[in-house]
């Protein structure tokens, strides 16, 4: 099997199986910090970002550029395969309208590799990750409610 189709396969179960569905996905939850407001803000669902504490959230309104410092790096295992994905303590990109571009700090491991999420879209009912030319594509609802973390990590 072609071994790109094999990637985008791990990271649909990296990011479904990871996620827990809101009945009401516009409204954030009173635990929300106002970088997870700012995603559903722009069109995102709030569980782009996992459930820690967020100690900081900047964006700069004209050009889009934003900083989220969280209270460490995280790490989520993800069933049936085990699946790795990682956030750092500082997550940075460039979000506007349903679209975070020149994304940094969240990464999937696949593989024996870690691969970066470059970009995350908005696309109808769906979400559409990039992972440099390739994409992959789930229903947002599966990301109304952010995932815990498990703990420290090492991307190394």
Same mark, same amino acid.
């Given at each position: 099997?072609?071994?790109?189709?094999?990637?985008?396969?791990?990271?649909?179960?990296?990011?479904?199986?990871?996620?827990?569905?809101?009945?009401? $996905?516009?409204?954030?939850?009173? %635990?929300? /910090?106002?970088?997870?407001?700012?995603? =559903?803000?722009? *069109?995102?669902? !709030?569980? +782009?970002?996992?459930?820690?504490?967020?100690?900081?959230?900047?964006?700069?309104?004209?050009?889009?550029?934003?900083?989220?410092?969280?209270?460490?790096?995280?790490?989520?295992?993800?069933? $049936?395969?085990?699946?790795?994905? %990682?956030? /750092?303590?500082?997550?940075?990109?460039? =979000?506007?309208? *349903?679209?975070? !571009?020149? +994304?940094?700090?969240?990464?999937?491991?696949?593989?024996?590799?870690?691969?970066?999420?470059?970009?995350?879209?908005?696309?109808?009912?769906?979400?559409?990750?990039?992972?440099?030319?390739?994409?992959?594509?789930?229903?947002?609802?599966?990301?109304?409610?952010?995932?815990?973390?498990?703990?420290?990590?090492?991307?190394?």
């Amino acid at each position: 099997m072609n071994p790109k189709i094999l990637f985008v396969f791990a990271l649909l179960l990296n990011l479904v199986s990871n996620s827990f569905q809101n009945p009401n $996905p516009k409204t954030p939850k009173s %635990t929300s /910090s106002q970088a997870h407001v700012e995603l =559903i803000n722009h *069109g995102l669902p !709030a569980g +782009l970002l996992p459930a820690t504490t967020v100690l900081g959230y900047a964006v700069n309104r004209t050009s889009g550029d934003f900083t989220v410092k969280l209270g460490g790096a995280c790490k989520i295992t993800l069933p $049936p395969d085990n699946y790795v994905a %990682t956030y /750092s303590d500082t997550i940075t990109g460039k =979000i506007v309208k *349903g679209k975070i !571009a020149e +994304l940094e700090g969240i990464r999937v491991r696949a593989f024996f590799k870690w691969w970066s999420i470059t970009g995350i879209r908005s696309s109808g009912d769906d979400i559409v990750f990039e992972v440099g030319m390739v994409t992959a594509k789930y229903p947002s609802k599966n990301f109304d409610d952010s995932p815990a973390c498990e703990g420290q990590h090492s991307s190394s």
